[in-house]
């Protein structure tokens, strides 16, 4: 079963564009996640999807936003880049609601740089 | 306010010996406790968990445990290994809301 699938690995902005990142789940997986992971913060959660629909969101300002399709691929997008936004992004999903027995498979995540 | 601590940047530990990684909660409505490994250029993987009605849970050399009046959880493996070096993720959640990560230990194996 193929893992859960993040395009692109690397991509480089500059500070005031905009980004969008792509996330295929597990198939069969209708729940999807995204995380930032910067050096020390650990992973900070962004946004959950289930069904098309976001079920919870982290405390990230607006100009962070996904959405879901009803093939359960996720996008997350960045608008007016800022250098603090050079992180690491991940995506995992989940078969239900990434409940404990359901843990979440993460993608090798989008290295995003700001310059 | 961070609910998942890690107090340990970085752990070493000689091969073959047991390594104890720690993790601190300051929620005690979190009834769910995952532990990821994260390898350098991959995504964490789903290591072991625990409900909060247990207090230890065991997957041949990994085994946590859970302490709840002290709010505190521990990952231990036996023995440790090459592959084991990694940073290991504590996580939480309440139900099915957001998964809270720590900040990560690194796991040094040495040989």
């Known amino acids: 079963k193929a893992g859960v699938t993040q395009t692109p690995r690397y991509l480089i902005k500059t500070r005031g564009q905009q980004v969008t990142l792509s996330c295929s789940p597990i198939?069969?997986?209708?729940?999807v996640s995204w995380y930032q992971q910067t050096p020390g913060q650990g992973l900070q959660f962004l946004f959950e999807?289930?069904?098309?629909?976001?079920?919870n969101k982290g405390n990230f300002p607006g100009r962070f936003s996904g959405r879901q399709f009803s093939n359960s691929r996720s996008e997350m997008n960045v608008s007016t880049l800022e250098l603090g936004d050079s992180a690491l992004y991940l995506c995992?999903?989940?078969?239900?609601?990434?409940?404990?027995?359901?843990?979440?498979?993460f993608g090798n995540g989008t290295r995003l740089t700001v310059t | 306010d961070q609910q998942v601590k890690q107090n340990s940047p970085s752990l070493s530990v000689q091969e073959g010996r047991i390594s104890i990684l720690n993790c601190d909660y300051t929620?005690?409505?979190?009834?769910?406790f995952l532990w990821y490994k994260k390898y350098p250029a991959e995504g964490p993987t789903f290591l072991i968990s625990?409900?909060?009605?247990?207090d230890k849970n065991e997957d041949g050399r990994f085994t946590v445990f859970l302490n709840k009046s002290a709010k505190h959880l521990s990952l231990h493996i036996v023995p440790s290994q090459p592959g084991d070096s990694a940073v290991y993720f504590c996580a939480a959640r309440i139900g099915d809301d957001k998964i809270i990560f720590g900040k990560g230990t690194r796991l040094h194996i040495l040989p």
């Open positions: 625990i409900s909060s009605i247990k």
């Open positions: 929620n005690s409505m979190f009834d769910y």
């Open positions: 995992a999903s989940s078969l239900a609601t990434g409940a404990g027995n359901s843990p979440l498979h």
């Open positions: 198939s069969g997986h209708r729940s």
């Open positions: 999807y289930f069904s098309e629909t976001q079920r």
